[in-house]
Nanobody
Framework: VQLQASGGGLVQAGGSLRLSCVAS????????MGWFRQAPGKEREFVAA???????????TYADSVKGRFTISRDNVKDTVYLQMNSLKPEDTAVYYC???????????????WGQGTLVTVSS
């Protein structure tokens, strides 16, 4: 499984970006797809996750720092997960990674496949 993240760039504070993560094969199924980020000199942290099952559909989880500003979604036909980021702040500056998990959660060790990362820079 390969995950390819894209969509990062330079944006002013208050602006928006949409990140995409494409899977090399049909992998979503009932896996959880997550986004993490890592700022310079800091540990990788959880941003958002989207889980799916055939009974209840999708459920999402967000870090408190992005709740209400970021939205995670998926397109099963395109095997793509998105992270819509609005009202961006300088503290959102980081390399953003997408990842897949069999169990879900907000810890990096729960995720077994990772994309290469895409840099988001928010200027003040």
């Amino acid at each position: 499984v390969q995950l390819q993240a894209s969509g990062g760039g330079l944006v002013q504070a208050g602006g928006s970006l949409r990140l995409s993560c494409v899977a090399s094969i049909r992998t979503f199924g009932t896996y959880t797809m997550g986004w993490f980020r890592q700022a310079p000199g800091k540990e990788r942290e959880f941003v958002a996750a989207l889980s799916w099952n055939d009974w209840s559909g999708s459920s999402t989880t967000y870090a408190d720092s992005v709740k209400g500003r970021f939205t995670i979604s998926r397109d099963n036909v395109k095997d793509t997960v998105y992270l819509q980021m609005n009202s961006l702040k300088p503290e959102d500056t980081a390399v953003y990674y997408c990842a897949r998990s069999r169990s879900g959660g907000a810890t990096t060790r729960a995720y077994d496949y990772w994309g290469q990362g895409t840099l988001v820079t928010v200027s003040s």
